[in-house]
Structure formats: structure tokens, C-alpha cells
């Protein structure tokens, strides 16, 4: 096998190829949440949304779809750019996504039963 038979590799930040991926796995390649585990016990406590709408983990999504997430007090809405199911590092994980909510935006959903 000669080395131009060999595919390229894929970009850690990004994987070209991919239509959707599940929202728990995105949110853990994105480093929303330190475990994958983590990202669905928040989902599943309605911690987070798309379009303003709980949702599971195992909700496809695709670049473009906007989420709104809770992380502690503070909420956070992105729009998701590129795909990946796997987890980079910070300065590649953010190019998965862009920040909506500029600093003095963000704050607690409005029917929070909390």
C-alpha cells in the first residue's frame, strides 16, 4: 500500500461526512459537559432545548440547529457550525459552535420551575 493510497486524516474539530449526530455526544465533543453521562442527565433534566422545546439525548442534529443549555445559573444559546463525535481539544471543540448569547445577554430561562 503506498502512502497516497492511505485516507487522510480527519480534523478532530470537525468530521467531513457526517449529516447529524446525536445532541448528547455533540454537547461532550463540544465541552459543554465534562462526561457523556453528565450531557444526558442534563437533558434528560430538561436543562437543555431546541426551540424551546425539551428534548432526549438521542435528538439528531445537524449544523445550523440552535440549542439553548443550563450550566449552573447561567444559560447559554449556539448554533451549531460543524460535527463531531469526538472530543478535541477547547480551542478545536470551539469551532463546533458559535456563542449567541454575547456576555451581557446571557441569564436564567424565563420558565425555569427552579
Known sequence: ???AALPAPLPSRAEPGLESVRLDKFLWAA???KTRALSQQMIE???VRIDGQPVKPARAIRPGT???L???STRRRIEVLALSEKRGSAPEAQLL???LDPPAKVGLFEDDDE
Open 1 to 3: 500500500m503506498t502512502l
Open 97 to 99: 459552535y458559535r456563542d
Open 66 to 68: 440552535v440549542i439553548e
Open 45 to 47: 433534566g430538561r436543562k
Open 31 to 33: 465541552r459543554f459537559f
Open 70 to 72: 443550563r450550566q449552573g
